[in-house]
């Protein structure tokens, strides 16, 4: 199997897997059958993948005034979207596709950084820290 195919496979299971764990968390989202949802968490990642960069630049000026809280916003209004698009994937309103957002958010970063897949990632060192070594340059450390 060739890695792109590979990386998009596992990109989509974890985006359908979070989108699941949002139906079973939230009432106001909701799916009819398994289709309905795989079609859904793919739609969703291809709007992601598309259409979210032009919302960005669009909405740039809030998302700098709101520090990038406008982001969650946009989450919510392409999930929304994709409720309005997909027939047996019902959203209920802004609000249930805002908290649904956020939960796929935070669960695709938690099986993401997992599964190594996607860009996110966290790093945490042990031993010494910065302030002891002998670099002079300028550092923040907190």
Same mark, same amino acid.
């Given at each position: ?36 949802? #795989? ?34 916003? @946009? ?18 309103? #802004?609000?249930?596709? #805002? ?15 997992? /599964?190594? /897949? ?21 550092? @923040?450390?907190?």
């Amino acid at each position: 199997m060739p890695l792109r195919l590979k990386k998009f496979l596992q990109s989509w299971i974890i985006n359908t897997l979070a989108v699941l764990v949002a139906v079973s968390i939230l009432p106001g989202l909701r799916y009819d059958t398994v289709v309905d949802l #795989f079609v859904a968490s793919l739609l969703l990642g291809i709007l992601n993948a598309f259409v979210r960069p032009f919302l960005i630049v669009l909405a740039l000026p809030l998302l700098i005034f709101t520090l990038g809280l406008f982001y969650f916003v @946009i989450n919510g209004l392409l999930l929304y979207f994709v409720g309005f698009l997909v027939k047996g994937f019902h959203v209920d309103g #802004f609000w249930w596709a #805002f908290g649904g957002a956020l939960i796929i958010s935070v669960i695709s970063l938690v099986l993401n950084f997992l /599964t190594g /897949t996607g860009d996110s990632r966290i790093e945490i060192r042990r031993g010494r820290s910065r302030r002891d070594s002998d670099d002079n340059g300028p550092v @923040i450390d907190v």
